[in-house]
């Protein structure tokens, strides 16, 4: 018998209501299996600073610490919201980033996946769509602009100014490199690589260290692209796409596009990966404060991100394998929720916790 | 009669086949107004490192300081071909960059414009587009991560790291703000305000001076959108957005992204606006060398682009609507160019000389 320790930070809006689908998924699965997942409930996000006084309370950092993973909900308020909170408390700044950088989760695995019976999903007519959209994009996720020195000041001339660095080392971008290129042998053994080397030196150091790793993995075939024809070609042709490597703020533009050609970002689980199996997994959306706490918030992407914690924190292949199906089941059976529905696309409309149901029955 | 002294440029690649169409048009409007153009051409680009040892020659810059306008080609090469220029005098560095600082051409307008009867064209569905796709994204051009300060070096460790500074002050931002501002009055009076103050304090600061400003005009709504969440919803629904102000990386991913949600980029045409009537004038695309010397590249991009000059350097604004008509017409007809054209469209195909022929015909 396995034990995993699991922090879950439900975090804001609709954190809560998708995470009570996602840990009926876990239960599921713990009954099936030698295991059994210790579910530890801590506070996170905005819902936590004006509770608990902090974004990420010291609670919460310790029980990270010692989770074998940890399952993360969307944070963040509106924009009128958000203000109330001091900048640098605010759910991002001070609780999602700090949990990045504290996890050393430097890899962000992304999949923008949409088999073809979900096309009507997606925005792209049919034909753009093709055989489906299967990809992974990698991003860099402690790296770049998010965690450079920053500093807002008034100049000589009395004018305020900011500058933030945009930083990386060799090393950093090895990492991820090495992940980009070990997914896209485990796949297609293509990486497409996205940079901006025409513009920033940034980009000019990352190819140079792709170069320089590339000899270790000879059976891969790397396709260079900028990061706005990327985003052309992703709306054009994404079945071009298999994995796609790209720094930390590119990747949190591109795979945001990804959830846009998918039909939402409800599609959009992710997994973050550190050294020596420190991984925290969460949808890669936001908090949508607009429609929380209705019930019309799809948990798909909660449950994806529990199937990538199966995988890659448990090794559970085959169980994570099922869940994807079982969800896969469910939408092939007609049924979806209000917020991936359109009016009239005869879709069977479920609330949050029947969809949730239906995935456990298929499982 | 006024007289028009205009540089140009026309680039690498596919620029000096969709240049020649361009002229063609300006030819028309002279005939028939009381104005010269007087057709300065210079070499810039990749093309000018090789032929002239400078991608930004002197006699060029020296022509651009002089000329009522600037008309601008795509410039670059494949990421093989650049390797063989030094990476600061390759053209994006060596020419376009410096060409924006030269001008001062801190505000660059890239309509994002597709009719209801052109929607074939979008890999987007017809209902996604509704009535049409008609935005204008204002982004800052001289600004930010593009111009910032950057290192590249060895740290204590031994390792190769770099740095650049995105850097703004509240000048710049007020000053493109300003613009989005105005054009928003002039249109639907909604603004879109794109950032991502949840992460950068450049935003941060971006989105004090917007409120500062915004009190200025009290008939515009603004909308804040985080740069991520807009591209997601530029593939979802982009008729909810009409201008867009953001600056330089955001604008140069989303603005692809554009091109990638009308079809292609073939249809971005843009204006880059400095202060005291300072302006050039670019296709918003690459040179895509592998179809360039083809004819088969669409001059929409370049003769839409020479539209703008008529309206923005010249205030020609009937003949601008003139020439948008005229493409508008050609396309209407049911020509296009092999690279706007799907095969089994039932699209008339014509070489890039002869859409231009077309336009000319219907001026
Ligand atoms: C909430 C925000 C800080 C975050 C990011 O920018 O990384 C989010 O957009 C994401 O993509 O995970
Ligand atoms: C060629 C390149 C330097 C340029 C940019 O990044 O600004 C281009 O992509 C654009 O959008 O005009």
Redesign the pocket.
């Known amino acids: 018998m396995s034990k995993y320790k699991i922090a879950i930070l439900a975090g804001d809006g609709i954190g809560p209501e998708i995470m009570q689908e996602g840990i009926k998924v876990l239960k599921v699965i713990e009954q099936r299996n030698e295991v059994e997942f210790d579910l530890i409930e801590a506070p996170f996000g905005a819902s936590a600073y004006f509770s608990h006084g902090s974004s990420f309370p010291e609670e919460t950092q310790r029980l990270v610490d010692l989770a074998d993973a940890v399952v993360k909900g969307p944070i963040g308020l509106s924009h009128q919201e958000s203000k109330k909170i001091p900048v640098d408390q605010q759910p991002e700044r001070g609780a999602l980033l700090p949990l990045r950088k504290r996890l050393n989760t430097y890899a962000n695995f992304r999949p923008v996946y949409l088999p073809k019976s979900l096309a009507h999903f997606s925005p792209l007519k049919a034909e753009v769509i093709g055989e489906g959209i299967d990809i992974i994009m990698v991003r860099e996720l402690v790296g770049g602009l998010y965690f450079g020195a920053k500093e807002m000041g008034v100049n000589d001339q009395g004018k305020r100014y900011v500058r933030e660095m945009l930083e990386y080392d060799e090393d950093q971008i090895a990492a991820i490199l090495h992940e980009g290129f070990k997914l896209a042998q485990s796949r297609k053994k293509v990486l497409h690589n996205i940079h901006?080397s025409?513009?920033l030196k940034s980009s000019v150091l990352w190819n140079e260290v792709l170069e320089e790793i590339a000899g270790q993995y000879s059976d891969v075939t790397v396709i260079h692209t900028?990061v706005?024809a990327a985003a052309t070609a992703l709306c054009l042709n994404p079945g071009q796409f298999d994995v796609m490597v790209m720094e930390n703020m590119f990747g949190d533009i591109l795979s945001d596009q990804g959830g846009g050609i998918l039909g939402s970002l409800g599609l959009m689980p992710s997994a973050c990966l550190g050294e020596n199996g420190k991984a925290y997994y969460e949808p890669s959306h936001g908090s949508a404060p607009d429609i929380a706490g209705q019930q019309i918030a799809n948990p798909y992407s909660m449950i994806g991100s529990m199937a990538m914690m199966l995988e890659y924190s448990f090794n559970m292949v085959d169980e994570a394998r099922n869940v994807w199906d079982a969800m896969q089941s469910v939408f092939d059976a007609g049924y979806s929720t209000a917020d991936l529905s359109k009016p009239g696309s005869g879709i069977k409309l479920l609330k949050t916790a029947d969809f949730g149901d239906k995935v456990v029955q298929h499982l």
Do not use: R
Request: aromatic share 0%; hydrophobic share 40%.
């Open positions: 901006k025409n513009v900028l706005d």
